[in-house]
């Protein structure tokens, strides 16, 4: 479960941050949802402790993120926006070196590899080094490596951008396996169809401002919007708007 408490974060005279509270349940998917540059990217590394906030508090799993960071990477998953892939090292070795990184021993890291790579179907990937992969078997292979420890908290940014459809499809079934184990599931996102097949609750942001959250039926309902992306766009109108 993550939970965020009036999370603010400057880069100058920039407000990436303003303000933003949530909250996301394990055993559902929440989407982070919102235009470039609406602050996304700087709420998931917050809450993967990459950054810290000025203000504001969260936590993963009742851990504090600020307070206990060291302990919040051990309990999740995270997939960066970009891979960040060792190049040099095969698939098998990046999800293995990264298993033992959080405190497996050698022999269980193996095994864990074994299991993740043959549940995502990467195994025609596994020996080769990294260096030579496409951007979509990059990307299922570092979500290999977020998974390889089976975190009880996953954060995915923008998991899909890139992908074509096959790996789209694949990289979906995993996100709903995920919550059918019970796992807190949270992604952002800027496609709506995506956002509408798989997620239990939305938060809508702009210019780094919560506009609209709640489920999905919530959110048309408030809106007034027959379908999420008109809804979206409304949101973000209403937000502008105020300012």
Do not use: W
């Not at 941050?17 to 470039?36: E, I, K």
């Not at 698939?91 to 993740?116: F, H």
């Not at 979500?143 to 694949?170: F, K, M, S, W, Y």
């Amino acid at each position: 479960m993550i939970e965020a408490e009036g999370l603010t974060k400057r880069f100058g005279d920039v407000v990436a941050m303003d303000d933003v509270s949530f909250r996301a349940d394990d055993g559902r998917v929440t989407g982070l949802v919102g235009p470039n540059g609406a602050g996304k990217s700087t709420t998931l590394r917050v809450l993967c402790t990459v950054i810290k906030a000025d203000s504001g508090r969260a936590r993963v799993d009742g851990v504090d993120v600020a307070a206990r960071p060291l302990d919040v990477r051990r309990q999740i998953g995270a997939l960066p926006h970009l891979s960040g892939l060792y190049p040099n090292l095969s698939a098998r070795e990046n999800i293995a070196y990264y298993a033992e990184m959080q405190g497996m021993p050698r022999r269980e890291a193996g095994r864990a590899t074994r299991t993740v790579i043959d549940r995502l179907g990467i195994g025609d990937l596994s020996d080769r080094r990294a260096k030579g992969f496409s951007h979509g078997q990059s990307i299922r292979v570092a979500l290999a490596r977020a998974l390889v420890h089976r975190p009880q908290t996953v954060i995915l940014d923008e998991p899909t951008n890139g992908l074509d459809v096959v790996a789209t499809r694949a990289l979906r079934d995993v996100i709903l396996d995920l919550r059918r184990d019970g796992r807190c599931v949270l992604f952002s996102s800027h496609v709506m169809q995506e956002v509408a097949m798989l997620c239990d609750e939305l938060l809508i942001i702009s210019e780094g401002r919560v506009a609209i959250s709640g489920t999905p039926d919530e959110i048309l309902r408030e809106t007034g919007c027959g379908d999420l992306e008109d809804a979206f766009v409304a949101a973000i109108s209403s937000e502008r708007e105020s300012k």
